[in-house]
């Protein structure tokens, strides 16, 4: 929460009576009931100290401060006390405690939440932690020691922990030693707590285990002129406990070999308790029938200690991958703040409002991203458009107004806020441009429109009749044959029809009647079989049919989402599954194909797909379509 410097807007001091009312408030809230802790209140507070409390611009949070230290936070106001560090340090039992392992907190410190599996359970006991429920205040410390790193919510209910599936959030960190909030005070470590965080961390690493066996001669025996081989052992081990075990056996037959066993777990704790036997034989039988258990009970303490170490390993492992979500979503929050407020101060005008959150989203946020920068709402802190904007309105830069059950709209800018004055508004250029200056320009579009004359009209094509023709050569042909065949006297604009032009004619007129030159020409139009020709780069293809245009669809699903569908690309040789990736970083939004209900000419109905975009991008595709695709815009509707 106190991961960025700290912006104070008001700091007010506080009454006597309500510095009086606010070390009541913490009494109640922190259940303060014992006499040692209410002196330890009373010496935290002071008997005439006065609080200071801050308001922060960022989160409307509120810290309270006594002789120049932050003790008490409220994450917003209409929030509960908490405590920091500082307080922490003075009064331990504020918190109920939550013990990690001591690499842990180097992960909480770059800004990551708790992780179940950095959490430590005395003798794998979930019940070690204590109660709790999502929601309680908690405070974190470093595993074998009683010091304060974080405070922070759970997120779990402790009675739904299992030891064998401690796996997701453990808890959301408000607070945590060394970060600004933590800056504010005198960032001085208290000397009673005997430890700096340094040895905290050092004190964990993983336990060092060391087996060695040795052989000697040196044991005496009740002759001395007998030499009596001795065997013994020892396994150390390193925890948090010291034991000392040592069992020295020996006998009064020079013949029998002596045999010494020595255990030692050694630790920083100064407990030692030791046990040593040398008695007659008959003890000694005793002593060695009891070793067999210490080492078996020494073989559990090792695996369990090998567990230790792979829960450590499994830890950061899963530390480090929260880490980089917890950055990704830092870095994408980052981008829709900025595309947020360039939104606001440069495209959204006044006479625009009410606008709904989806046109909101589509037509200013998405175009006003920084420059070449993804914005994917759902990798967010927010999740949501509609959760984001919320969060806007509470920090008063716009309003919003419900207009009928779930339909909320954006009703005003407030263009007095602080950061919106203080925003430096950056370039934006135009997703069209972009698109034809940063991606390759697609190869040249060619588009004719042909005539192929039918059988009827053999006889006027004669050796042409199985080419293709433009409208321009249909009519050349035409007027050439009227000419060559004297079918019209000059300067006359009529034409006599000989047996070949009357039989083209489909108003079935006979040789020798009078015709219009304009109603030739279009009757012999009409009668002419229509293909077209399109060619992009080393590609082309003669299809039969008219120019089929691309179709722009904008069409609403589920409730108020908006989705474009682009058909008929495949007509000028544009393949939907191969520029969709493109659009989908162009547009910042999810991208797919579907099979087309509509057939294409020339094409089988399995080959035919068109382009989901979600979102209302009907004006930016034809302008797309127009600059990068050089498809003329009569072949582009947008329905």
Known sequence: MFKKPIKVQTQSLMRRSDARKFKELVKITFNLKSEQQEQEL???????????????????????????????????????????????????????????????????????????PGVVLENNQISSLGQFKKGDLRCVIAHG?????????????????????????????????????????????????????????????????????????PTSTSTPTTPTPTSSTSISISTPTSISISTPTSTSTPTTPTTSTS?????????????????????????????????SSLENKINEIQINENNINQVESQIQTQTLIEQEKAAMDAILMSSFLQSLKTTLKDKELPISFASF????????????????????????????????????????????????????????HPEYRSFISYTITPIVQTITTQTNQAPTLIVRELLKPPKALNNLFASKRDEYFTTSEVQAILWEYVAKNNLSQKNSKEVTLDETLASANKKKMARGDV?????????????????????????????????????????????????????????????????????????????????????????????????????????????????????????????
């Open 42 to 116: 009373t010496n935290l507070l002071g008997p005439k100290a006065v609080p200071i409390r801050c308001e922060l611009q960022q989160h409307e949070s509120e810290i309270y401060f006594i002789d120049k230290q932050p003790l008490f936070f409220k994450p917003d106001r209409h929030s509960s006390l908490v405590p920091t560090v500082y307080a922490l340090f003075a009064i331990p039992s504020l918190l109920p405690k939550i013990p990690i392992y001591g690499p842990v907190f180097q992960y909480i410190a770059g800004g990551a939440d708790l992780m179940l």
């Open 145 to 217: 020691t009683n010091i304060p790193l974080a405070v922070g919510i759970m997120q779990v209910n402790s009675q739904s922990l299992r030891p064998d599936k401690m796996k997701g959030k453990a808890m959301i960190i408000l607070h945590f030693f060394e970060d600004y909030l933590w800056q504010l005070g005198s960032r001085e470590f208290p000397e009673s707590l005997n430890m700096t965080i340094k040895e905290t961390n050092s004190s964990l690493t993983p336990t060092t285990i060391s087996t060695s066996t040795s052989t000697s001669t």
């Open 263 to 295: 255990i030692s777990i050694s630790t920083t704790t100064p407990t030692s308790i030791s046990t040593p036997t040398s008695t007659t034989s008959t003890s000694t039988s005793t002593s060695i029938n009891s070793i067999p258990n210490d080492i």
């Open 361 to 416: 989203y589509a037509s200013h946020l998405i175009p006003n991203r920084p420059q070449d920068s993804n914005l994917d709402i759902k990798k967010t802190t927010h999740k949501k458009i509609g959760k984001f904007l919320e969060q806007m309105k509470i920090q008063n830069f716009i309003e919003i107004v419900e207009k009928s059950p779930g339909d909320f709209q954006i009703s005003k800018v407030n263009r007095s």
């Open 515 to 639: 015709f219009t030159k304009k109603g030739l020409a279009e009757s012999i139009m009409s009668s002419m079989l229509q293909y077209h020709y399109v060619e992009r780069g080393s590609e082309s293809e003669i299809r039969k049919g008219v120019v089929n245009a691309v179709k722009i669809k904008v069409e609403q699903r589920q409730g108020r989402k908006l989705i474009t569908r682009v058909s008929g690309l495949e007509t000028f040789l544009i393949s939907p599954e191969t520029i969709a990736p493109d659009l989908q970083r162009l547009f910042a939004t999810s991208t797919t194909c579907q099979q087309s209900l509509v057939r294409l000419p020339g094409r089988s109905a399995d080959s035919c797909f068109d382009l989901i975009i979600q979102g209302n991008f009907q004006a930016k595709i034809i302008d797309l379509l127009a600059t990068k695709f050089s498809i003329p815009k009569k072949y582009v509707i947008g329905l």
